[in-house]
């Protein structure tokens, strides 16, 4: 028994949108009185809108990332076969330019995933335990950062590594 804990809350206009480890995403529409929910079926360890402010992307425990239509709820692309999840809360962010989304493993490293064809375009080597917490740059797509359960911090950039040139190359080739 007991009450969810409420993980992530974002505040999209008139939408405040609630995650849980229930795996329930619970949508209130403030204006129209309303609470819609969306069950995942597993824990719910991060969500994350994209900047358009159309689509939210939702990691879950078990290792399955989902890109949905914000006010339809509508199943868009689901992301996971290159990370590695189940056993700790794993955040997920999406770049500045809305076309790349990147999620922290429990390998240590950064995955990301392209966020319309869904496949892997880069894997970021990071820390040696698991990398739990990630975070995009609002406005440029050239900087990632990643903590780990080892206390380290990584930031990768345009300025000192090849990593978004690698991935703009990647995206290309497919």
Not at 37 to 50: A, K, L, N
Not at 85 to 113: F, M, P, R
Request: proline share 3%.
């Amino acid at each position: 028994g007991g009450v969810p804990r409420c993980d992530e809350v974002v505040d999209s206009t008139a939408l405040m949108l609630s995650s849980s480890v229930d795996g329930v995403l619970r949508t209130y529409d403030i204006r129209k009185g309303q609470l819609k929910c969306d069950d995942f079926g597993s824990p719910i360890t991060s969500i994350y809108p994209t900047k358009d402010g159309h689509c939210l992307v939702v990691s879950c425990l078990d290792g399955t990332i989902r890109l949905m239509e914000l006010h339809t709820g509508e199943l868009l692309n689901t992301f996971g076969s290159h990370h590695k999840a189940g056993q700790y809360g794993l955040k997920v962010a999406v770049l500045a330019d809305d076309a790349t989304i990147v999620t922290g493993s429990e390998d240590g490293n950064v995955c990301c995933y392209d966020l319309v064809r869904a496949n892997q375009v880069q894997n970021l080597k990071g820390p040696l335990r698991p990398t739990c917490t990630i975070a995009a740059h609002p406005k440029q797509s050239s900087m990632v950062v990643a903590s780990s359960y080892d206390n380290s911090n990584v930031v990768w950039s345009y300025d000192d590594a090849s990593w978004q040139r690698q991935l703009d190359q990647e995206r290309e080739e497919v």
